[in-house]
């Protein structure tokens, strides 16, 4: 079993910046790809980025490429997504997400593991 934590959440004022971390802990994969995904109420979960397990290369939703950056520090089994330029339509719970597999999915039930989620709160 894999658990994942997020945190880094909160209030912030449009155009500024948050980085959100998701620490694994448990059975965790070495080459296991990892996204992040939010979600607003009545909508879909949506895809916001991911980090592929084996190249760690790097995918971005169209709305948030160029401002959100994810990375991975696998000494730390911890991945961040750092959120530049914040808008209020970015106001989210975003969720961190492990897959069994070491490429990213932008489908949200290709992956296995979620986190509880972090509210993201852009005031404009």
């Known amino acids: 079993q894999v658990q994942l934590v997020e945190s880094g959440g909160g209030l912030v004022q449009a155009g500024g910046s948050l980085r959100l971390s998701c620490a694994a802990s448990?059975?965790?994969?070495?080459?296991?790809?990892m996204g992040w995904f939010r979600q607003t109420p009545g909508k879909e979960r949506e895809f916001v980025a991911g980090?592929?397990?084996?190249?760690?290369?790097?995918y971005y939703a169209d709305s948030v490429k160029g401002r959100f950056t994810i990375s991975s520090e696998n000494a730390k089994n911890t991945v961040y997504l750092q959120m530049n330029s914040l808008k209020p339509e970015d106001t989210a719970v975003y969720y961190c997400?492990?897959?069994?597999?070491?490429?990213?999915?932008?489908?949200?039930?290709?992956?296995?593991?979620w986190g509880q989620g972090t509210q993201v709160t852009v005031s404009s």
């Open positions: 997400a492990a897959r069994s597999a070491p490429w990213v999915s932008f489908t949200r039930a290709q992956y296995n593991y």
């Open positions: 980090i592929a397990g084996n190249s760690g290369s790097t």
């Open positions: 448990g059975r965790t994969f070495s080459n296991a790809a």
